[in-house]
């Protein structure tokens, strides 16, 4: 991928990989040009059909914003931020980047559920 900026500047994903967390959730938002769209869809695929080989990886949904708007929302789950960080550096994965279309905008972040006491489980 041409471009991969940080959700939050001050925590960008390479310093989360150093993190020790179990389980982790992936949050990766794209935007791209609409031209791009198909091209951003195989790839994404190609990716998807990757991480669901390696060990620990969970699930994957990617979600479309409403609208005109070509920004995609990609939540993954992950048994921990160890599995996690062995497929995003793997080099068969690292290598698929370049296939993104040059418009595309990936701002990779990783969460964990938190537990709010009546409303929803950790």
Request: aromatic content about 10%.
């Amino acid at each position: 991928m041409s471009h991969m900026k940080p959700m939050d500047e001050k925590l960008p994903i390479e310093r989360q990989l150093a993190i020790e967390a179990a389980p982790v959730v992936l949050i990766n938002l794209f935007t791209l040009d609409p031209a791009d769209e198909a091209r951003f869809l195989e790839v994404w695929k190609d990716d998807a059909e990757f991480m669901k080989r390696q060990p620990g990886f969970i699930s994957t949904q990617l979600h479309r914003a409403i609208g005109e708007s070509p920004t995609y929302l990609n939540y993954a789950v992950w048994e921990s931020n160890e599995a996690f960080r062995a497929a995003f550096t793997h080099p068969e994965f690292r290598a698929k980047l370049t296939s993104y279309p040059s418009s595309a905008i990936a701002r990779p972040h990783l969460f964990q559920k938190v537990g709010v006491a009546g409303i929803c489980t950790a």
